[in-house]
């Protein structure tokens, strides 16, 4: 379905220290993915193997100016970005049906830990109770329907209404009724949060919208799973999540999945690091990947085979849909965004987590990591999410003609269509 052709234009190498100032020591190189490395055990050596087959990819791309690419473009109606009965199908159809990756394990790594996320009009609450159990519920106190918790991360014993302090444990159950006795006649076992399916996954919790359903990771993730643990997000440290507001969350995703923006949009930040325009592209059922040469690709590919690293000149951003980006995962630090619809089809939320393989052990390391963790901020707000907020604005003035997906953005092909055909799939169930 993809291949390989001359369109892109190659640029002088240069490294991540020429862009970005040295006292960010914590983005190098995480993993040791050469091919002579030995330890890990298995799933280290699948990770080895894929990681080497891309840089190999990945090196031929940059001496003959090249990219994957999909068989011809494609044309999206901008009516699907506009419609809002069409975002209410998509969010019927695939929010509320399909597992969604909505934290990692690290920002609930201790008893105690709770995060909360609105999806759509879905509030989402996730915790790990005293006994280090995984929960997740619907974010809305059974009395009034107050949120129990902001959206964000933190520490909690109990979790208390701010509306009229009824408190409940970290499993959701009802603790506390203020004034119980002129209240009435409660059933505490009854009124517990209501609770949504929950699982961890190769550092990543899965929650469904939808109460009693069966999340089958093993058949929603399939191969990619293995990939994935071997990226080391489970025993990662978390270092921050921050919020931010966006515009249509496809236009938002849009950005994601494609690499052709990096040398206009991003020329002095992230293209003085990632080569634009080229990319190793794979995909496993929904899901797929996104690897960019790192600038040091020139360097590598004049080493030795055996000391080449991956880890020196491969970005790999992989993308769990509908709405996971996990970037620099072969790096010390690696930057998670979950983009998620709002309330309406003109915004969405972004949660943006920095992860690093080790807690920084000092003042100057813990420097290095809030300036990798505002430069990852800043770049897409002021960037990404500003770019696409003009995109918004202008879709009004489109309406009846039609997006174009190039070639050379196979990521952002692969989403739509399966987005669509996860509408269609719903539509034709509601049809029997």
Known sequence: MFSATSTVDVQAPLTFEDAVPAELPV?????????????????????????????????????????????????????????EDRWRREIDAVHRRVPLPLALSCELSAPGSVKAINVADVPVLITRDRAGALHAMINACRH?????????????????????????????????????????DLHREQLSLLPLPAEERAGIVFVSLTPGSDLDLDNWLGDLEPLLAG????????????????ANYKVILDGYLETYHFASLHAATVALTNISNMVAFDSWGPHQRNASPLRAIAEEAAKPVAERDPANA???????????????????????????????????????????????VDDEERHAADRMRDWFYDVVRDEDYAAQEAVADSLPALAGTDMLFGRNEPGVQHFHRTLNAGVDLQRNRNAR
């Open 144 to 184: 009034r329907g107050s949120p129990v918790m902001s959206p964000g991360t933190g520490r909690a014993n109990r979790l208390t209404c701010p509306y009229h302090a009824w408190s409940y444990d970290l499993a959701g159950c009802l603790r506390g009724v203020y004034g119980e006795k002129t209240f009435g």
């Open 27 to 83: 983005y190098r190189a995480g993993l040791d993915l050469r091919t002579r490395a030995t330890g890990g055990g298995e799933v280290i050596d699948l990770v080895r193997r894929d990681a080497n087959a891309l840089l190999d990819r990945l090196i031929e791309h940059h001496r003959n100016g090249t990219t994957d690419q999909a068989e011809q473009i494609m044309r999206e109606p901008v009516d699907n970005y506009l419609d």
């Open 231 to 246: 990226l080391g997000l489970a025993e990662m440290h978390h270092h921050s999540t921050r919020e931010l507001p966006g």
């Open 314 to 360: 491969v970005a790999p951003n992989y993308w769990l849909f509908p709405g996971m980006a996990i970037a620099g995962g072969y790096r010390q630090v690696t930057a998670v965004s979950i983009v998620v619809p709002g309330r309406t089809p003109a915004e969405s939320t972004t949660q943006q987590i920095i992860a690093l393989r080790r807690p920084p």
